[in-house]
């Protein structure tokens, strides 16, 4: 009872200060509506479906197993049974329809009555998925118990929107701020799960209201770089194998394999065991989102064009196949693994070659750079089958993949320092 007073106090500490920003600008913002119908639809499934919230709920045991995609189903049904579930909807319809309050400008971040700014409304469910996919992560590393809902993505997004939003200079918003951050305290002493959400949306909060919205460009660079999240999963895995790894003879994807039994993906034999893989998966499905992202943020900084547009088209397909790596481990899925091999490996590596074909004559550094780091990385993948026989098949595949994933690293950190300088001032804090 305890647990649940305090989260209705935090929400209604939130929507407190929600109210006092002006109305949504016109036309209102779609996103409130389509989290939503997410969120219902799930739960109609839910009910139509009794198996449905244990083969989707997050699960640390499953997980660890190979099932990694619960950690992104899990907020989109319910726990708690009948009061969880309606619980879990209301708060999210009235937190949505709330926050398009706070995100529901454009990308120019327009000024509306009253000189309050918008924030892009993209962000409101960009902040809600972090906060499912984010709350569930470190629900896992902290040890909670397993569990479904989508309180966690609903509360990160309120109490974001309510920091970003809260008027300081009014006595109202001073109050409610400090019931936020005494029930932020009360649920990290009770040791509760919902304390990430709370933590998780004031840093969020704090980063929209003094750095202002995110620009694009800067967004997409910062995504890029991330890709070095592959380098840190697969040295993560390969320090906790337990019977010998050599990066010459093991591919990577042996990293993310779930058992230690001995595995055919291919014609390719395995026997490594690695029981830190999921850190190799989450590195996969990592660098997967960065790819994605990044090149579709950054798709308007491209030369016009079939080139470019092909290459950057090649390279987002590698980042669904990155994410499809992480979700098929080689030795439970072995022919999906394999399915999804063409596009994480060779598609990347051609859409660098092509995007640098076209960056030749605006950007010659960066084009000849990414000209090289495909070319390389298509004869790796040419000596592949070579090297399985051989016994060099880890070394190939890393010839193959090293260069494009470095590119990208490479291009994103360099247009991140390029825009150091151009970006606005900060919003002063309200």
């Known amino acids: 009872?305890?647990?649940?007073?305090?989260?209705?106090?935090?929400?209604?500490?939130?929507?407190?200060?929600?109210?006092?920003?002006?109305?949504?600008?016109?036309?209102?913002?779609?996103?409130?509506?389509?989290?939503?119908?997410?969120?219902v639809a799930g739960s109609a499934a839910q009910l139509l479906l009794p198996g449905l919230k244990r083969a989707w709920e997050r699960s640390a045991s499953a997980i660890d197993g190979g099932e990694l995609w619960r950690i992104g189903t899990s907020f989109l049904i319910q726990g708690g049974g009948a009061w969880g579930m309606g619980f879990n909807l209301v708060t999210l319809v009235v937190t949505a329809l709330l926050a398009a309050r706070v995100f529901g400008g454009g990308t120019g971040v327009p000024e509306r009555a009253g000189g309050a700014a918008a924030l892009p409304a993209v962000l409101g469910p960009v902040v809600w998925v972090?906060?499912?996919?984010?709350?569930?992560?470190?629900?896992?590393?902290?040890?909670?118990?397993?569990?479904?809902?989508?309180?966690?993505?609903?509360?990160?997004?309120?109490?974001?929107?309510?920091?970003?939003?809260?008027?300081?200079?009014?006595?109202?918003?001073?109050?409610?701020?400090?019931?936020?951050?005494?029930?932020?305290?009360?649920?990290?002493?009770?040791?509760?799960?919902?304390?990430?959400?709370?933590?998780?949306?004031?840093v969020l909060g704090l980063g929209l209201r003094w750095g202002g919205p995110p620009d694009r460009v800067v967004a997409g660079a910062a995504c890029w770089a991330g890709a070095a999240v592959f380098f840190v999963g697969q040295g993560i895995a390969m320090a906790g194998v337990t019977n010998g790894y050599s990066p010459v003879r093991h591919m990577v994807s042996d990293l993310g394999m779930v058992g230690c039994a001995p595995a055919d993906v291919g014609g390719y034999h395995t026997e490594v065991c690695s029981p830190w893989h999921l850190a190799m998966n989450l590195g996969f499905a990592g660098t997967g989102v960065a790819l994605l992202a990044g090149t579709v943020l950054l798709r308007p900084l491209l030369p016009p064009g079939r080139l470019a547009a092909t290459g950057a088209t090649l390279l987002g397909v590698g980042g669904l196949g990155k994410i499809g790596a992480a979700l098929t481990p080689g030795d439970l899925y072995p022919a999906a693994h394999m399915a999804v091999a063409v596009f994480s490996g060779p598609a990347p590596t051609v859409g660098v070659l092509l995007l640098g074909l076209s960056l030749r004559a605006t950007h010659r550094t960066a084009g000849r750079a990414a000209v090289l780091c495909g070319a390389v990385g298509i004869a790796g993948f040419a000596a592949t089958s070579v090297a399985m026989t051989a016994g060099w098949a880890g070394l190939a595949e890393r010839i193959a993949m090293y260069p494009v994933i470095a590119w990208v690293i490479g291009a994103g950190v360099a247009l991140l320092v390029s825009r150091r300088g151009r970006r606005p001032a900060p919003r002063p804090a309200r």
């Not at 906060?131 to 569990?147: H, Q």
């Not at 929107?161 to 008027?167: F, I, K, L, R």
């Not at 409610?176 to 959400?197: N, P, R, S, T, W």
Request: cysteine-free; hydrophobic content about 60%; aromatic content about 6%.
């Open 130 to 202: 972090a906060g499912g996919v984010l709350g569930n992560l470190l629900a896992l590393a902290v040890g909670f118990p397993d569990g479904a809902g989508s309180s966690l993505a609903t509360m990160t997004l309120a109490v974001t929107a309510a920091v970003a939003a809260a008027p300081l200079s009014a006595r109202t918003g001073r109050i409610a701020i400090g019931v936020l951050a005494a029930v932020a305290v009360a649920l990290l002493a009770l040791h509760d799960e919902h304390a990430i959400a709370a933590v998780l949306g004031a």
């Open 1 to 39: 009872m305890t647990l649940s007073f305090l989260y209705g106090l935090l929400f209604l500490a939130s929507w407190r200060i929600l109210r006092l920003a002006p109305p949504a600008r016109r036309p209102r913002p779609r996103w409130p509506a389509a989290l939503i119908v997410v969120a």
